[in-house]
Nanobody, 125 residues
Framework: VQLQASGGGLVQAGGSLRLSCETS????????VGWFRQAPGREREFVAG????????RYADSVKGRFTISRDNAKNTVYLEMNSLKPEDTSLYYC???????????????????WGQGTQVTVSS
């Protein structure tokens, strides 16, 4: 499975961005997909994840109510809609995929076997 993250950019605080994670591989529909981020000098952290099946989702407390993760299996793509962006959301954002059971969402990075290259999100104040 290969993942390609895109959609990052520079936005003012309060603005919005939509990240896309396009995957290859015919078994994408049975993978749990997550978004992580890493700011300079900080550890990579979980942002949001989505299972396959009924589309179970989980979010970090810091983004709940502002970010929405969704998936389109027909397009092999997972999206992260980010609204009300804050300067502290500035990070390199990665998507990751891992085989999982029905609607399972992983938070641990080690559960994800495949990783994309990252897309930079910068939020100015």
């Amino acid at each position: 499975v290969q993942l390609q993250a895109s959609g990052g950019g520079l936005v003012q605080a309060g603005g919005s961005l939509r990240l896309s994670c396009e995957t290859s591989g015919r078994t994408f529909s049975v993978y749990s997909v997550g978004w992580f981020r890493q700011a300079p000098g900080r550890e990579r952290e979980f942002v949001a994840g989505i299972g396959w099946g009924d589309g179970n989702t989980r979010y970090a407390d810091s983004v709940k109510g502002r970010f929405t993760i969704s998936r389109d299996n027909a397009k092999n793509t997972v999206y992260l809609e980010m609204n009300s962006l804050k300067p502290e959301d500035t990070s390199l954002y990665y998507c990751a995929a891992g085989q999982a059971g029905w609607d399972i969402v992983f938070i641990r990075q080690t559960a994800y076997r495949y990783w994309g290259q990252g897309t930079q999100v910068t939020v100015s104040s």
